[in-house]
C-alpha cells in the first residue's frame, strides 16, 4: 500500500506532448484495493493518458505516481518492468493470439514471471497452470481452456483478456474502454466479471469507460475528466447534470440532456404517469449523450 493506504495514489499529474498539447493537468486520484472506479468524459479528456502513467507506458512531464509500494515516475526500465507484472491492463482490443488455445493465451499473463528461455519455449510450471485454470474460472471460462481463441465470441475473449490479466497476480488492474467493441448485454456481463474480480481479490481496479449507465450501474465511484483535469469524483448517485455538464464541457450535450429530463419529468407530472417511462427515456438519452455527445447537440438521438 501506498503511504496515505491507497493501492494507486497519483498527486499533481501533468502531461503534455511534444507538439504542446496538454493532456493532464494536476490530476490527482487514490484507488484502494478492492475499489471499482470508472473513468469517464470525451475523447481525448485524458482517460487513456492517466491509465498508461500509471502502469509507466508513459512518462508525465510533472507529478507523482505511485501503485502499491513503487514510485511509477521516475523509475528505470527494469524498474517499470518490474512494476508491469503486477499491474494488469486490459485492452478494448482484446489483443489475443487467435491460434493458440484460451489457456495459452491466459498463460501469457505469466510470462513477467518467468526466465526469459522457459518463457520462449512457452514451458510454464504447474503452479502457473494452476494460477491460470482459477482465472478462467473466475470468469466461467474453465470449460473452454483448450479450445483457439478464434472461436470466441466477442465477450468471451474480452473475458479471457481478464483471465489473463488476472493470471499476473496483480495488485491493480487497469481497463480502457473494455466493452466499447460489445453489445449491451455482453457489456453487462463482462462488467460483471471485472466487478466481481475486483472485490473478491481486493484488486484496485481502474475503468474507463464511454457507457455512463455501466459507470453507474458498476462503479463504487465515478470519475469524470475534461479538458485534462478531474471535474468529478464521487458515487454514481452524485453524478447528476450539473456533474455531467462539467464533464462533457464544450458539447451542447449535457446541456441538452438536462433541457429535455426536465421536459420528462414536467410530462410525466401533468399526464400523472408512472415514474417508469421516464426513468427509462432518461437512461436513453444518458447512454445516447455519453456515446456521442455531438450527435445529441445535433439533435440526431430524439
Not at 489473463?164 to 462488467?191: C, K
Request: a neutral charge.
Amino acid at each position: 500500500m501506498t503511504k496515505n493506504g491507497s493501492c494507486i495514489s497519483v498527486r499533481d499529474l501533468r502531461v503534455v506532448f511534444p507538439n504542446g498539447h496538454e493532456a493532464l493537468r494536476s490530476v490527482s486520484l487514490d484507488v484502494g484495493a478492492g475499489e471499482f472506479v470508472c473513468v469517464i468524459g470525451r475523447s481525448g479528456a485524458g482517460k487513456s493518458t492517466l491509465l498508461r502513467c500509471i502502469n509507466g507506458l508513459l512518462r508525465p512531464t510533472d507529478g507523482t505516481v505511485v501503485v502499491e509500494d513503487t514510485t511509477v515516475t521516475g523509475a528505470s526500465a527494469v524498474e517499470r518492468r518490474r512494476l508491469q507484472r503486477r499491474v494488469g491492463f486490459i485492452f478494448q482490443e482484446f489483443n489475443l493470439v487467435d491460434r493458440l488455445s484460451v489457456m495459452k493465451n491466459v498463460l501469457a499473463g505469466r510470462l513477467g514471471h518467468r526466465p526469459w528461455l522457459p518463457s520462449m519455449l512457452y514451458y510454464f510450471s504447474r503452479e502457473d497452470r494452476e494460477i491460470a485454470f482459477r482465472s478462467l474460472e473466475r470468469v466461467n471460462l474453465a470449460h473452454k481452456a483448450q479450445q483457439r481463441a478464434d472461436s470466441l465470441s466477442g465477450g468471451e475473449k474480452q473475458r479471457v483478456a481478464i483471465a489473463r490479466a488476472l493470471t499476473q497476480n496483480p495488485v491493480a488492474v487497469l481497463a480502457d474502454e473494455p466493452v466499447a467493441s460489445l453489445d449491451p448485454e455482453l457489456s453487462w456481463s463482462v462488467m460483471s466479471d471485472l466487478r466481481r474480480t475486483a472485490v473478491e481479490t481486493k484488486i484496485a481496479t481502474l475503468v474507463n469507460i464511454h457507457d455512463i449507465n455501466l459507470a453507474r450501474a458498476f462503479a463504487d465511484r465515478i470519475v469524470g475528466v475534461a479538458d485534462g483535469t478531474i471535474v468529478f469524483d464521487g458515487p454514481p448517485g452524485d453524478l447528476d447534470e450539473e456533474a455531467l455538464t462539467r464533464v462533457y464541457k464544450g458539447s451542447a450535450a449535457a446541456l441538452a440532456l438536462a433541457g429535455v429530463r426536465s421536459a420528462l419529468r414536467q410530462q410525466a407530472a401533468d399526464d400523472d404517469l408512472a415514474d417508469g417511462p421516464a426513468r427509462a427515456a432518461d437512461d436513453t438519452l444518458t447512454a445516447a449523450a455519453a456515446q456521442d455527445p455531438d450527435a445529441m447537440a445535433s439533435g440526431a438521438v430524439r
